[in-house]
């Protein structure tokens, strides 16, 4: 990573546009307030989302696609990222990996998502933690090392456009990691350790308590590995803890905090490797919020700080020198979200929402010998501001007993950029109670990050948001009493005012149209045996790295009193590593198992293994994965 300096950007955000958002923040939020059930309370859970509305919705009744995948599922195969078990069962999202463990930045980094071919590396995919957007303010893509499993209970995969709900950066999807939290009285402790190939090493230990109306729960977790490569070492601490309290049985207040830092190497590609390309990394956010839950109506409003610390060493290549300074760069996005929904009358729903952000940061270069300051030959260094607000309005109502109609719209403003109109619609088809049908329209959009505005010589403060429309339709089935279900997508994308560098400058040239198919389906065949497959297809006009053309995934699930195994094969086709006049496309495949063993109540052990064919494969270009790699480890319980 290169950068020069960042000049101070306007800090000019409508005052009228301040006072409403003040106004808003202070509306009465316990209307309606009749009993103290949630309207959701008779929908099974692995139905119940919270991503494509704010509140707790029927996933039956909302016409986007989202995928859920719980705790169970994050946590059997003993990941410590939630990427890994993600690629694997959500069709059509891809993660780019380096290595065992962990993704780093800069240059040669992994971690790349990609979703439907349009990618968060760029900014145009957003990852949330119960519902606040996470990403580094000044280049604007997601940091993938930060999102572990110690502080999941479920993720929800929006794939396709959440502008409307979400703002900027959701313009390909949203990866929304919903937090865990402690619903009876009680203690729980868990401790899991595990060590493998290559010198890697991972520990995780949680406590999670419930006393009345109080809760919480706290997590902290270090791993570290040498990897398959010399000069490719990775080391990570992180700790989340989230405390709760139940003010009434209507309300309740929360506040969390998540840290990670890493260190991280990479050494180059295999045809041009590199010295000292180390970076030091700590990210972190910290939220407090106040919710509300009716039986017909229920809302939050939360405050969030998003922050991060970078300190990176390019490295030199053979025979040249090594670098004299390092970059640095400081950022942060604070904001405020406020939400309340509302069941007006039979079968309907409305939801309002104000978001603000204040989004800053600073790029400098210190002296590797004295840590001072450096002036840069560019633009000067200094720190830089944005600020977003914005407001939405979605509109639920099920017509007949076999119609749902859902329709959104948002209005947001940006600092620099100006205003954008965000529409979103869709219906929902139940010919019958087992089946639906849904046809989703959608607007997605992104901001220019201010790396693409201030930082480097292509840099263009001119630079207008990129835009994208989205066409979706899709059917879901359940048969033999949810035991088998199913289902496939069809979607067609198009956008346009994509950035690109031309003549050494960024501008709003590219278009993207890409369309594709998914499908999916899972048939729980027995108390013992669970059987899961998932597809994509898709066809781009302009092919982007990391984007496969066809991505597939088998798995089964076996269990049996002591013994629980999962293992999977996934077949990885036409794969850009390159794309121009010296493109190339790369075909894998990939079997994973893992085998858990209940030694004692409290005393698990388990076995992983990836790539147990052995296959010869790269994911980035010039940066081989290793052959069959292996982990073991105890899981204590109490």
Known sequence: MNANATRRVPYNTNNMLKKTLLSLLWLPLTSYAQTTLPDTTSVRLDNVVVTGTRNQTDIRHLPMTVNIVGREALTEQQQTSVLPTLVEQVPGLFVTSRGMLGYGVSGGAAGGINLRGITGGSGQLLVLIDGHPQYQGIYGHPISDSYQTMMAERVEV???????????????????????????DGLRTHINLGAGSYGTFQSE????????????????????????RPRMGFEQYGGYVKLGYDLSDHWNIYADADITHFNSSYPGSTTSPLYEADQWITRGVVTAAVENHYDRTSGSLSVYNNFGRHKINDGYGEGAKPQTRLFRSKDALTGISWYQSARLFEGNRLTVGVDYQHIYGKAYYTSRETGEVLETQNKQSGTSHRN?????????????????????????????????????GGIVVRPMESGELKAMVSKGFRNPSMREMYLYPPSNEDLKPERMMNYELSWRHRLFDNALTYGINLFYLKADNLIQTVNRQNINTGELQNKGVEMEANWRINSHWQVSTNHSYLHMKNPVVAAPTYKGYLGAHYRCGLWNVIAGIQQISGLYTAIGDAEQKKNFTLLNATVNYQVHPIVGLWLRGENLLAQRYEINLGYPMPKATFMAGVNIKF
């Open 158 to 184: 929006l794939r396709g456009p959440a502008s409307m709900l979400y703002g900027s950066n959701a313009m390909g999807g949203v990866i929304n990691i919903v937090t865990r939290g402690m619903k009876e």
């Open 205 to 228: 230990a949680s406590n999670q308590l419930r006393s009345g109306r109080f809760s919480s729960t706290v997590a902290a977790q270090y791993s570290r590995s040498d990897n398959h």
């Open 388 to 424: 977003e607000v914005a407001g939405y309005v979605d509109f639920r109502q099920d017509i007949f007993s076999w119609l749902t109609v859902d329709a959104g719209i948002r209005l947001d403003h940006h600092s620099v950029t100006g205003s954008e109109w965000i529409p979103q």
